[in-house]
């Protein structure tokens, strides 16, 4: 501690002895924080020169060199890129603007134009594609920056209602043939050589602009039933089933899921033995009625799932295989159920999410000829159907991203 001097005289005439003058305690810095403002030191690093107007040079960092890199080039030249990328594509302006300077600044910026010069002779194919499986295993785009092919993939817009999702704008800009839909009478999401195709990724949920009810429909419907028929096998005593509303009627794993089956297991057991037992078939028709108040255009053709899995001895179970094995029935179903009504007769799949990592720029493709084995052609289930009343827009229908 420091003390103020004070005279002998000046502490008489005060009174007050020497003042204490405490110092203000320092806070502690960890060394990991020091390593850290070194490293950021590091990283802030002049590694760049400009000069405006004839005058000095004046050091930039990489990240300010990369923000004002592709002022540094051709006007002519950008603009023709510009153009040809609208040409192609048929995106507007601006987003071909903006898909210029991205290139401009990316690490590979002469490789890419020069890749969509030739994109109509020599450009990767959406065959070619499917067959790489992964946007950053394509032997073609081997010298592109891998972190331009990452944000193009996931670069998507909305503007009042209208817009393009993830994967859309990749497949328009690099896939040979490939296009921004929008013509009258097309579609689904892209065209490539007249082909239409619907674009899902990381978790793209499969609902059109019509033939779905809220998924708590369904909840209600099932409480309805397994009430009424509760009610009316009073000598059964059974308790009444959940009230709708919650996650009690999803198809899930959980303590609370599976109610319609798990009541109905319940009333298929106690009623056994009796002159009017209640089967399993009975069970599976509550499931299919309440599945259609949903799914408004399916068909009973539609929902014949459930009954072919009614030969698995535990489908009334809450098990991870009957599980699995209604997501992946379900999902077939959804499917087809989703083509009908966009008329479309492919959907391209994408995974842009860091996990799982293996996952990580996948790609795949549903088409008719293997919907009853999508898994196996790069798609899979990441989104459960919810009957809640929480369920949001889309959530009463699957979610599905490309994965192998």
């Avoid at 990724?201 to 209600?220: C, I, P, W």
């Avoid at 009627?249 to 899921?257: D, P, V």
Wanted: charged letters at 25%; proline letters at 4%; aromatic letters at 8%.
């Amino acid at each position: 501690m420091n003390k103020k001097f004070k005279s002998l005289s000046e502490v008489y005439q005060t009174g007050k002895p020497q003042e204490i003058i405490k110092e203000e305690k320092k806070p502690f810095v960890p060394m990991s924080s020091l390593y850290q403002l070194v490293k950021e030191a590091e990283e802030e690093a002049l590694t760049h020169t400009v000069s405006v107007d004839g005058g000095p040079d004046v050091g930039i960092t990489d990240k300010e060199y990369k923000s004002i890199k592709h002022l540094m080039h051709d006007r002519g030249e950008i603009n023709k890129y510009i153009k040809l990328i609208m040409s192609q594509s048929k995106l507007e302006k601006d987003k071909a603007k903006e898909i210029v300077k991205v290139i401009l600044n990316s690490n590979s910026s002469q490789p890419i134009f020069d890749y969509l010069t030739n994109r109509e002779e020599t450009g990767v194919t959406i065959d070619e594609l499917l067959q790489a499986r992964n946007i950053f295993a394509v032997d073609k785009w081997s010298n592109f920056d891998p972190q331009f092919l990452a944000w193009l993939a996931k670069y998507k817009w909305v503007e009042k209602g209208v817009g393009m999702g993830s994967g859309e704008i990749l497949v328009s800009v690099l896939i040979k043939g490939g296009r921004k839909a929008g013509a009258s009478g097309e579609k689904g999401d892209t065209i490539v050589n007249d082909v239409e195709l619907e674009v899902k990724s990381d978790n793209g949920r499969l609902k059109g602009q019509r033939g779905y009810n809220q998924g708590v429909e369904a909840s209600k419907y099932w409480f309805e039933q397994l009430s009424g028929l509760i009610s009316s096998r009073s000598e059964l005593n059974i308790q009444p089933p959940a009230k709708p509303g919650g996650p009690e009627y999803n198809f899930t794993l959980s303590n609370k899921g599976w109610e319609l089956y798990k009541k109905g297991n319940e009333l298929i057991q106690a009623s056994a033995n009796t002159d009017t037992p209640i089967t399993l078939i009975a069970i599976n028709q509550l499931a299919k009625d309440g599945l259609k108040r949903v799914f408004a255009d399916a068909t009973d053709q539609d929902v014949m799932w459930i009954d072919e899995l009614i030969t698995r001895p535990d489908f009334y179970e809450n098990t991870r295989s009957t599980v699995a094995a209604v997501d992946y029935r379900f999902a077939i179903m959804q499917i087809a159920l989703y083509m009908r009504i966009e008329e479309i007769d492919s959907i391209l799949t994408f995974s842009m999410s860091p996990a799982p990592k293996k996952h990580y720029g996948a790609v795949g493709i549903i088409t008719p000829d293997n919907l009853s084995e999508f898994t196996n052609y790069g798609t899979r289930v990441t989104g459960r159907a919810n009957f809640s009343a929480g369920a949001g827009a889309q959530g009463m229908v699957l979610g599905i991203s490309a994965g192998y």
